[in-house]
């Protein structure tokens, strides 16, 4: 992915095309960073198991270790804050950058769609839904705010120099060196400089401004960043501080107010799948004789109780349910050697203190509930507020896809709807050559 971003820098003529390479670019080194840096401690890890020893990092197995969730961000604003004679009066030069953020969480690194920011924006608005699957309690979300200014005139026209040199061996060595030499002589009157004069003095391609490489493409400068972690979860819009790491006098700067607002979610693996499930006996009333059959479910904050589990597959609506929190109690008591042993699960219902006794029908399976209860709370009180309640997250949007257009090289450029940064200044004699060309090659 690296090479082929690489490749598609450096044969970009038109600045769209070579920002969005260049930010494909920057993010794959990201990627390429974070997977090199898991590999090292995959090494490290080795070697000190080699060596009898454990990595300080690791959990030894009778410690349990807390289940994954996934993570989302979306609703990205970063507010901008111009000075009056900029945004008010509109006075000034017209400063415009391009930015987009980068989203790392782990080895999962992602990037948003760029913005074009100028003074006529108060906000950077990102609308890309950002989800990060298999995150443990103590991730770290880091984001990263790029810029790259736009003052730099990037007016190769429609054809770059690769273009040119294709161009005159298509078309035929006649008519094909004077298509190629109109062309540089049209690029070398424009707003193109390449240090030694216009391109293309000598009909040859000698003066000719050299490809398009990612040492010449649009730079990317880190602006700002923060980090977010569990504490920041919260189902609903938040302001956080972002830290800025460039000044205000980089031609890439554009006037943050030094905050980013967003919303950030979780959604625990406890909180949306079954943790475990089976047949149970419930007592209801004090009346020892008063129990119920039913089939359990434990998953997130409840333990649904069905009447059977047809009911369940059926997605009927359970009998009951016993609330689940991070208060539960939870203990069991050995009746006699024969029976099952009885869960005892004191919880509040409706501000009141209940206690539910429960009983497994197969002596083995009070032990595997107990120890999925256990595992449960503990995973509750690793995610913390995230296990409150379920935190709705919104399914990412398919990413917009660049769209290529196809067709001659005559059509991309004498076609009167190519974009502003096409050549404008063709002359009659090029447009005829290429006419002819393409009329008798049809």
Not at 134 to 147: A, D, K, M, T
Not at 381 to 393: A, E, H, T
Request: proline content about 5%; charged content about 20%; hydrophobic content about 35%.
């Amino acid at each position: 992915m690296r090479e082929g971003a690489s490749k598609l820098l450096a044969a970009c003529s038109q600045r769209e095309q070579a920002l969005e390479a260049s930010k494909s670019l920057l993010t794959c080194n990201a990627r390429i960073l974070a997977l090199l840096s898991q590999l090292q401690k995959m090494r490290e890890a080795q070697v000190l198991q080699r060596m009898g020893r454990r990595p300080s990092d690791d959990v030894p197995l009778h410690e349990r270790l807390p289940c994954v969730g996934k993570v989302a961000i979306s609703d990205l604003r970063i507010p901008l804050m111009w000075k009056d004679s900029e945004y008010f009066k509109n006075k000034g030069e017209l400063h415009r950058c391009a930015v987009f953020c980068l989203l790392q969480c782990g080895t999962e690194i992602y990037d948003t769609d760029l913005v074009i920011v100028d003074r006529t924006l108060t906000d950077i608005c990102f609308e890309d839904t950002i989800l990060f699957n298999e995150v443990g309690p103590g991730f770290q979300l880091r984001v990263e705010l790029y810029s790259s200014c736009l003052a730099e005139d990037f007016s190769l026209g429609a054809l770059g120099p690769r273009r040119l040199s294709r161009l005159g061996g298509s078309l035929g060595r006649s008519s094909g060196k004077k298509i190629r030499a109109a062309l540089e002589s049209a690029a070398g009157c424009g707003s193109i400089s390449n240090g030694g004069g216009g391109a293309g003095a000598d009909g040859g391609g000698g003066g000719a401004s050299p490809p398009l490489s990612p040492d010449l493409g649009p730079k990317y400068h880190l602006l700002a960043h923060t980090t977010l972690r569990i504490e920041h979860v919260q189902d609903s819009f938040k302001t956080h501080d972002l830290s800025l790491a460039a000044a205000e006098d980089s031609p890439f700067w554009v006037p943050l107010y030094g905050n980013m607002c967003c919303r950030l979610v979780a959604q625990p693996l406890c909180m949306i799948q079954q943790v475990i499930s089976g047949r149970l006996k419930v007592k209801l009333g004090e009346d020892l004789n008063c129990w119920d059959n039913t089939y359990g479910v434990l998953r997130g904050t409840s333990l649904f109780c069905y009447q059977s589990q047809e009911d369940l597959e059926s997605e009927e609506q359970p009998l009951f349910t016993i609330p689940i929190n991070k208060d539960t109690l939870i203990c069991v008591s050995e009746r006699e050697p024969l029976q099952a042993q009885s869960i005892y699960i004191s919880t509040q219902y409706q501000g009141e203190d209940v206690t539910y006794t429960v009983t497994t029908h197969v002596p083995d399976d009070a032990q595997r509930w107990m120890e999925a209860f256990w595992q449960h709370f503990y995973d509750m009180s690793q995610w913390r507020q995230c296990c409150d309640d379920l935190m709705k997250i919104e399914m990412p949007s398919p990413r917009k896809s660049i769209t290529v257009k196809q067709g001659s090289l005559y059509h991309e450029i004498v076609t009167p709807s190519t974009p502003s940064l096409v050549i404008q200044d063709l002359s009659t004699e090029i447009r005829a050559l290429l006419s002819s060309y393409y009329r008798e090659s049809y």
